[in-house]
């Protein structure tokens, strides 16, 4: 049975048996046959190749390469007058199955462990040493004596199937599952049909798409004289996982006349295709891998690898993607974060190349987000494989994210409706009200990638997150987030969003002290949201209501997109050490002009006996306009103060106080010190 031809060749020809219609069995020569072709299911044309008589009833198609083009199955189908059809099935494959496995003849080749044969795959069943006979007989249709250990042997003894009012329908199962790597190749009976008009179809069970295929067909005859018909299988028709080495041949018809089928012998011969359990190569070795391979390679791989996977988890092509997203195929994990942290690597098609880490994952939709956009997006045709290694994400400039640097508390994907200085968090974010607020909340891919927030306020039924600044580019339902706890420490008496604002006072958050005038004396900065940039002093503060009335006026009022903090002085109660940093870019409607490179005004803490030299560096502060010379006083002072701090001498010397000119004197103050006292500065 040389039922496989390498694709695109022109050597060994496809013969064919034709025999007479008056008999059903004498070779019918002299012909010159019609031949068409089906190739891998495709509609049958005629062949290309030439069609020359070989003897006795047999004919011979030349190889072609047009015939042999394509991979797959290859039904021959010949006709011709005064002979029956003739049907033969071969296989186009990518390997010349002629061609045996020389071990000893291959250069650098070392067997380290196991037996290495080459793969079998021609065996002519009916000499075949690899043979195994039927297990069972089960009929569908029809009626049955003798039993399947009367097909065991060629001695006319026979297992017999007769129909029932003209359906005949029964099947023989083998199995090879007790030899490793066994692959039924082919069958052969002996045997014949009672009645000239009968003829069976003779087919094979497909496991892999659980179909029957027809491999032929036997013709009755009015005789009692045994005939043999070879029929070739595939790889499918071998069962796999719970049917291991299973094989069934079906004979099946109806409109039958007082048929029955006598089989004297039915044989199903095999191959087996031994397991390689170890093999070293040395030098440079020329050779094509088909198929899975496992194992690890040393050195370098030329040629078209199509995947070399090391702990890859998941694999397949892409449903469809954008830029900082892919949907993975359809039978993908329903766990939602199942693949976060691990790498996705598309391997071919659409974007192939590009690898990225997986930040957030939804298992109904089977969308992954990733931690920087595509170059070029995946699309449809985009194949990815996922590894199962934890990497940390990165962000555009390829640096390690800053939300990696500490645990993940939430990844998700922002909802539609973000404003200037909020975010919409996932639907999955907590429920519970403030939860987040502190943390920091980076955009890791979509739209706004690579801007870091802190949270000041969170709404646990609107999944409404505000934070401290607005954003430079608002987020929305494509930006994929992760929240980090933000371990830098803050000096800001309470921060939150404002419930309300009038131009003289501003409506703490429900979570404010409850105490009367705590806040008196403190800074109040509109951090993002109606006002931004704006800073007051606070000089009333109700416990009850909230309220912090403020002096001057903001120049917008505020109202309940406003982000607030307020900064506690030397002059207000609840003051802390340390420093913090603000953005102010107006006192009240006043603005405030820092110039000389001086970038935000430091408050809180005051001096603390650090050296200004390392708070703010060797060069001169430049001073700074704007700022009041009544209630922010202190403000203006400490940073005049620094100033003149770094240049004050130790041992006896005068320090000047200015105006918030940076001109003015405001006071001067007379000092005589030891090393240590000349550490101190006043303060007016």
């Known amino acids: 049975m040389s039922g496989q031809r390498q694709i695109s060749t022109t050597t060994y020809p496809m013969q064919f048996l034709m025999v007479l219609t008056s008999d059903h069995i004498t070779g019918a020569t002299g012909l010159s046959p019609t031949v068409t072709i089906n190739k891998n299911g495709a509609a049958f044309a005629a062949a290309a190749g030439a069609v020359t008589e070989v003897g006795n009833g047999w004919y011979a198609l030349a190889g072609n390469a047009t015939d042999r083009n394509t991979l797959g199955e290859l039904k021959l189908h010949a006709t011709a007058a005064t002979a029956d059809p003739a049907d033969k099935d071969f296989e186009v494959v990518s390997w010349d199955p002629f061609a045996l496995l020389n071990v000893s003849s291959i250069s650098g080749v070392t067997q380290t462990g196991g037996d290495l044969y080459p793969a079998v795959t021609n065996i002519a069943v009916t000499s075949a040493a690899l043979n195994a006979t039927a297990s069972s007989r089960t009929i569908t249709t029809g009626t049955g004596t003798g039993g399947v250990a009367n097909t065991v042997a060629a001695d006319l003894v026979y297992d017999n199937v007769a129909d029932s009012a003209g359906t005949l329908d029964f099947y023989y199962e083998f199995t ?7 692959v039924g190749v082919g069958v052969s009976w002996l045997g014949y049909i009672v009645g000239l008009v009968n003829t069976l179809k003779v087919y094979a069970y497909n496991w892999g798409g659980a179909t029957w295929d027809q491999v032929g067909q036997i013709v009755g005859i009015a005789g009692t004289t045994n005939g043999q018909q070879d029929f070739e299988l595939t790889n499918a028709n071998t069962g796999t996982g719970g049917n291991l080495g299973l094989v069934r041949i079906r004979f ?7 048929a029955t089928v006598k089989t004297d012998r039915i044989l199903l011969g095999y191959a087996v295709v031994q397991d390689i359990t170890a093999i070293q190569l040395t030098g440079t070795q020329t050779f094509n891998m088909v198929g899975t391979q496992t194992g690890n390679i040393t050195g370098n791989l030329s040629g078209s690898v199509g995947s070399v996977t090391n702990q890859t988890i998941r694999s397949g092509t892409a449903q469809a993607g954008n830029a900082a997203t892919i949907t993975l195929d359809a039978s993908a994990s329903a766990t939602n974060n199942l693949y976060v942290g691990c790498t996705i690597v598309l391997v071919s098609g659409t974007g192939a190349g590009q690898a990225r880490v997986i930040t957030n994952y939804n298992g109904t939709s089977k969308i992954a987000n990733v931690d920087r956009n595509w170059t070029t997006n995946p699309g449809a045709a985009s194949v990815f494989a996922i590894m199962g290694t934890e990497a940390p994400a990165l962000n555009a400039t390829l640096q390690v994210s800053s939300a990696a640097a500490t645990a993940v508390i939430l990844a998700g994907t922002a909802q ?50 505000t934070v401290d600044r607005n954003w430079t580019t608002t987020p929305n339902n494509t930006s994929t987030f992760n929240i980090v706890a933000n371990i830098t420490p803050t000096t800001f008496s ?19 002290s409850a105490v009367n005038s705590i806040y008196v004396g403190s800074l109040v900065t509109i951090l993002s949201g109606t006002d931004s940039g704006d800073t007051s002093q606070i000089t009333a503060y109700n416990g009850t209501t909230k309220v912090a009335t403020v002096s001057p006026n903001f120049a917008v009022a505020p109202d309940t997109t406003s982000a607030y903090a307020v900064i506690p002085t030397q ?76 240049h004050a001498d130790k041992g006896t010397g005068v320090i000047t106080l200015y105006e918030n000119d940076g001109t003015t004197p ?19």
């Not at 599952?177 to 066994?182: E, I, L, M, Q, R």
Request: glycine share 14%; charged share 10%.
């Open 252 to 258: 099946s018809n109806t409109g039958l006349t007082a």
């Open 571 to 646: 002059s207000g109660t609840g003051a802390l050490p340390g420093v913090q940093d603000v953005n102010v870019v107006s006192y009240g409607s006043t603005p405030v002009v820092i110039s000389g490179g001086f970038p935000e005004v430091t408050v809180g803490g005051y001096l603390s006996g650090q050296d200004p030299a390392t708070l703010w560096g060797a060069a001169s502060l430049a001073a700074c306009t704007g700022l009041p010379a009544t209630n922010g006083q202190a403000l203006t002072y400490q940073v005049q103060q620094r100033n003149n701090k770094e």
């Open 494 to 512: 309470d921060q939150g969003v404002a419930q309300a604002g009038a131009s003289g006072s501003i409506t703490l958050a429900s979570t404010a």
């Open 176 to 182: 090879v599952a007790a030899t490793n790597g066994a």
């Open 666 to 684: 405001k006071s001067t103050q007379t000092y005589a010190s030891t090393a240590a006292d000349a550490d101190r500065s006043a303060m007016a």
């Open 416 to 465: 539609a409706g973000s404003t200037t200085n909020t975010i919409v968090l996932a639907a999955a974010a907590s429920a519970t009200n403030s939860i987040y607020v502190g943390d920091l909340v980076t955009l890791t891919g979509g739209t706004g990638l690579g801007q870091t927030r802190t949270i000041v306020s969170y709404n646990g039924t609107t999944k409404v997150a």
